[in-house]
């Protein structure tokens, strides 16, 4: 309370205060006269708490105005005089504070020269008049004293520790406060700090929106500039892992692919310069194009006339296809595997090598031939030696000169010797084979299988060709296979001219015509006409030896026709047949042997034409036979017996023959039924 204040003791806390203190009378105005809770301290902020209650308020005095605290050795009392109608001062004090105060006590209360004692440090506030005059403010507080004096001791007492219990509370609150302020006030320096911050955070997130807005600006710009410059750029560029591919890596598919892309590019470089438009992007790949794929290459001792710098991808595919032809000419090797898998496979280097340098690619175009000659050449000449080992049967002429004995093989009949005319899936025999087969066989097994592997060799290499070397046309294609195989074709005919010199064997001769002829339809359905000039060459070397051997077999029946006249003929006959069957009117064996061998004939002409020389030969040997027939009917010298002979041999040959088919084949059996039917009627 402000009672306190004015007490020059101090009051313990829950005390009440000495009964023999006088109040003042003048009436308590507590919100004008005390200092009360809600009073601005001076050492606080706006933000900081309106509650000031002071911690010592027992120990503080009242503070007048200046004018009633000058001291007692003043001038100013002695000049000035106060008035008449004004109290003294003192007085006025005493009743405030209800203690007398005599001269000796204001002595007392001043110093040694006279001068005022200090205000206490621990008083915290003035008097606070409220804006009233002293005059005024003294009848307010003799008003409170009153009231105060007015109520019974025991009230007065409930009132001060009422009073002293709340300031307790007050203190306490405002202890609070100042904790809160505390905290505010760090709240205030964090939210400060982050407001700051978020500033800074702010300042930069427009940047950054900034620098989207005009990076999305420049992207979409860019875009469209790529959408514009993009294929013109990618038409003239060339990557370093496509640069890397051809000068470094192995050529496979992917470095096939590499070189397409590089002449790709090349082609469209090209273009551009020799193009209008000036394009300072093509003036500038171009150099480095030409640096990063030329390389100089030489040819024997002298340079290339044709340039002198070659693509680095030209020189990697020389390389590889010289040393693929390398790999040819070792022994035992197989081509078509080193064909399709290493030639073939990449056959698009060759194509590049073509367009770029098209002399190196003739060069190694020239040495695959010359080492495929001479790798047919080797291959098929150990062929030939190995067929060479083959033994053949010896064939006798149709009308032999001595007497024949049992024979283990019928040369005239063809039998199973068709079925090298007429089956369709065929292998030639290898060499190995070859050199451990000991039976028998007819000339034309050596002939089929040599001429059979030569046409399917001929065929793998004629599509080799055609495939590998394709930007060349048709015709050169043929002319260098004729130059590959002209050594193996030689090997063919000398195993052709080596067969037939030395027989007899129409049959084995006619064959091999009909298997030349089957390899030649073959080769024409493949459409490989190369080896044209060889099946001709062959049929060359058949035809006239097969007109040979059929005119040795007329001259053979011819010379035994003309040793049956008289006894001379007689003992002819007699080495081939015996005495007993002299007279008889059964078929002389000669007309079987010549039925076979007609049969056998007709059989593989079914299908010849008229420009065949097999019609006038088998002619001429009928000619010969029916003269022999009548020259031994003529020895019978029963005239019945004589024309049934006739006749029984006629019927024979028309059996042997019937079931031939073709012009020629009806021809000769017309034939002989006219003859039979002219010795039908006698009796």
């Given at each position: 309370?402000?009672?306190?204040?004015?007490?020059?003791?101090?009051?313990?806390?829950?005390?009440?205060?000495?009964?023999?203190?006088?109040?003042?009378?003048?009436?308590?105005?507590?919100?004008?006269?005390?200092?009360?809770?809600?009073?601005?301290?001076?050492?606080?902020?706006?933000?900081?708490?309106?509650?000031?209650?002071?911690?010592?308020?027992?120990?503080?005095?009242?503070?007048?105005?200046?004018?009633?605290?000058?001291?007692?050795?003043?001038?100013?009392?002695?000049?000035?005089?106060?008035?008449?109608?004004?109290?003294?001062?003192?007085?006025?004090?005493?009743?405030?504070?209800?203690?007398?105060l005599e001269k000796k006590d204001v002595t007392e209360r001043t110093g040694e020269q006279g001068k005022l004692l200090e205000k206490p440090s621990d008083?915290?506030?003035?008097?606070?008049?409220?804006?009233?005059?002293?005059?005024?403010?003294?009848?307010?507080?003799?008003?409170?004293?009153?009231?105060?004096?007015?109520?019974?001791?025991?009230?007065?007492?409930?009132?001060?520790?009422?009073?002293?219990?709340?300031?307790?509370?007050?203190?306490?609150?405002?202890?609070?406060?100042?904790?809160?302020?505390?905290?505010?006030?760090?709240?205030?320096?964090?939210?400060?700090?982050?407001?700051?911050?978020?500033?800074?955070?702010?300042?930069?997130?427009?940047?950054?929106?900034?620098?989207?807005?005009?990076?999305?600006?420049?992207?979409?710009?860019?875009?469209?500039?790529?959408?514009?410059?993009?294929?013109?750029?990618?038409?003239?560029?060339?990557?370093?892992?496509?640069?890397?591919?051809?000068?470094?890596?192995?050529?496979?598919?992917?470095?096939?692919?590499?070189?397409?892309?590089?002449?790709?590019?090349?082609?469209?470089?090209?273009?551009?310069?020799?193009?209008?438009?000036?394009?300072?992007?093509?003036?500038?790949?171009?150099?480095?194009?030409?640096?990063?794929?030329?390389?100089?290459?030489?040819?024997?001792?002298?340079?290339?006339?044709?340039?002198?710098?070659?693509?680095?991808?030209?020189?990697?595919?020389?390389?590889?296809?010289?040393?693929?032809?390398?790999?040819?000419?070792?022994?035992?090797?197989?081509?078509?595997?080193?064909?399709?898998?290493?030639?073939?496979?990449?056959?698009?280097?060759?194509?590049?090598?073509?367009?770029?340098?098209?002399?190196?690619?003739?060069?190694?175009?020239?040495?695959?031939?010359?080492?495929?000659?001479?790798?047919?050449?080797?291959?098929?000449?150990?062929?030939?030696?190995?067929?060479?080992?083959?033994?053949?049967?010896?064939?006798?002429?149709?009308?032999?000169?001595?007497?024949?004995?049992?024979?283990?093989?019928?040369?005239?009949?063809?039998?199973?010797?068709?079925?090298?005319?007429?089956?369709?899936?065929?292998?030639?025999?290898?060499?190995?084979?070859?050199?451990?087969?000991?039976?028998?066989?007819?000339?034309?097994?050596?002939?089929?299988?040599?001429?059979?592997?030569?046409?399917?060799?001929?065929?793998?290499?004629?599509?080799?060709?055609?495939?590998?070397?394709?930007?060349?046309?048709?015709?050169?294609?043929?002319?260098?296979?004729?130059?590959?195989?002209?050594?193996?074709?030689?090997?063919?005919?000398?195993?052709?001219?080596?067969?037939?010199?030395?027989?007899?064997?129409?049959?084995?001769?006619?064959?091999?015509?009909?298997?030349?002829?089957?390899?030649?339809?073959?080769?024409?359905?493949?459409?490989?006409?190369?080896?044209?000039?060889?099946?001709?060459?062959?049929?060359?070397?058949?035809?006239?030896?097969?007109?040979?051997?059929?005119?040795?077999?007329?001259?053979?029946?011819?010379?035994?026709?003309?040793?049956?006249?008289?006894?001379?003929?007689?003992?002819?006959?007699?080495?081939?047949?015996?005495?007993?069957?002299?007279?008889?009117?059964?078929?002389?064996?000669?007309?079987?042997?010549?039925?076979?061998?007609?049969?056998?004939?007709?059989?593989?002409?079914?299908?010849?034409?008229?420009?065949?020389?097999?019609?006038?030969?088998?002619?001429?040997?009928?000619?010969?036979?029916?003269?022999?027939?009548?020259?031994?009917?003529?020895?019978?010298?029963?005239?019945?017996?004589?024309?049934?002979f006739l006749y029984n041999n006629y019927s024979l040959i028309l059996t042997i023959i019937s079931d031939t088919q073709g012009k020629h084949a009806e021809?000769?059996?017309?034939?002989?039924?006219?003859?039979?039917?002219?010795?039908?009627?006698?009796?």
């Open positions: 309370m402000w009672l306190d204040r004015f007490s020059g003791h101090s009051t313990p806390s829950g005390s009440p205060p000495p009964q023999s203190r006088s109040y003042s009378p003048a009436p308590r105005r507590p919100g004008h006269l005390v200092p009360g809770p809600l009073s601005l301290r001076p050492g606080y902020s706006p933000r900081s708490s309106s509650l000031s209650l002071p911690i010592t308020s027992n120990n503080s005095t009242v503070s007048l105005p200046t004018a009633a605290r000058i001291p007692n050795g003043s001038t100013l009392k002695q000049q000035v005089s106060p008035p008449v109608d004004v109290r003294d001062p003192l007085d006025v004090l005493q009743e405030v504070i209800g203690i007398s008083v915290e506030a003035e008097v606070d008049f409220g804006g009233l005059g002293l005059q005024e403010f003294v009848e307010a507080c003799e008003r409170e004293s009153k009231v105060l004096q007015s109520r019974n001791p025991k009230d007065r007492v409930q009132f001060v520790e009422g009073s002293e219990k709340q300031q307790y509370k007050l203190e306490d609150l405002h202890h609070s406060i100042l904790g809160c302020d505390d905290i505010l006030k760090s709240v205030e320096t964090s939210l400060a700090s982050f407001q700051t911050d978020l500033g800074v955070v702010s300042a930069e997130i427009e940047t950054l929106q900034s620098r989207s807005t005009a990076l999305n600006t420049k992207l979409e710009n860019r875009k469209k500039v790529e959408k514009l410059l993009g294929p013109a750029v990618e038409d003239i560029s060339v990557s370093p892992a496509i640069v890397r591919k051809i000068s470094e890596d192995a050529i496979d598919d992917s470095w096939i692919r590499a070189l397409e892309q590089m002449e790709k590019r090349s082609n469209v470089i090209e273009g551009k310069v020799k193009s209008i438009v000036n394009v300072k992007a093509v003036e500038g790949v171009k150099p480095l194009l030409d640096d990063l794929t030329k390389k100089v290459s030489i040819r024997g001792a002298e340079l290339l006339k044709s340039t002198t710098d070659l693509i680095k991808a030209v020189e990697r595919i020389r390389d590889y296809l010289v040393a693929q032809i390398k790999v040819l000419r070792s022994p035992s090797i197989n081509a078509q595997i080193i064909q399709q898998q290493y030639f073939l496979k990449h056959k698009e280097i060759y194509v590049f090598l073509t367009r770029h340098h098209p002399i190196l690619a003739e060069e190694i175009g020239q040495a695959y031939i010359n080492t495929m000659r001479w790798y047919y050449l080797n291959h098929f000449s150990r062929y030939k030696q190995a067929l060479d080992k083959i033994k053949l049967h010896t064939i006798d002429n149709l009308v032999p000169a001595t007497k024949l004995a049992a024979a283990p093989h019928e040369a005239f009949i063809l039998g199973r010797r068709l079925d090298a005319v007429k089956s369709s899936n065929q292998m030639a025999i290898s060499s190995s084979l070859a050199e451990e087969d000991k039976s028998l066989h007819y000339l034309e097994v050596p002939f089929h299988n040599f001429n059979l592997a030569l046409v399917d060799n001929a065929s793998s290499e004629y599509s080799f060709l055609a495939e590998f070397f394709s930007p060349y046309p048709f015709h050169y294609l043929s002319r260098k296979l004729i130059e590959i195989f002209e050594p193996t074709f030689a090997l063919g005919r000398s195993l052709t001219k080596q067969l037939i010199d030395a027989t007899v064997d129409a049959l084995g001769v006619l064959l091999c015509v009909r298997l030349n002829q089957r390899f030649a339809f073959e080769l024409q359905r493949r459409k490989i006409p190369a080896v044209d000039g060889y099946s001709n060459g062959t049929n060359m070397l058949l035809w006239p030896r097969f007109q040979i051997v059929m005119d040795m077999h007329c001259e053979s029946v011819r010379r035994a026709a003309s040793l049956v006249s008289g006894r001379t003929a007689a003992s002819a006959l007699s080495l081939t047949v015996s005495d007993s069957v002299k007279q008889s009117a059964a078929p002389h064996f000669i007309t079987q042997r010549f039925g076979q061998f007609s049969h056998s004939i007709l059989l593989l002409s079914s299908e010849a034409g008229d420009d065949e020389p097999v019609y006038s030969s088998l002619s001429r040997l009928r000619t010969e036979f029916e003269a022999l027939l009548t020259k031994l009917s003529k020895a019978i010298g029963d005239v019945k017996n004589r024309e049934r021809e000769q059996k017309q034939h002989f039924e006219t003859l039979r039917k002219a010795t039908e009627g006698i009796p």
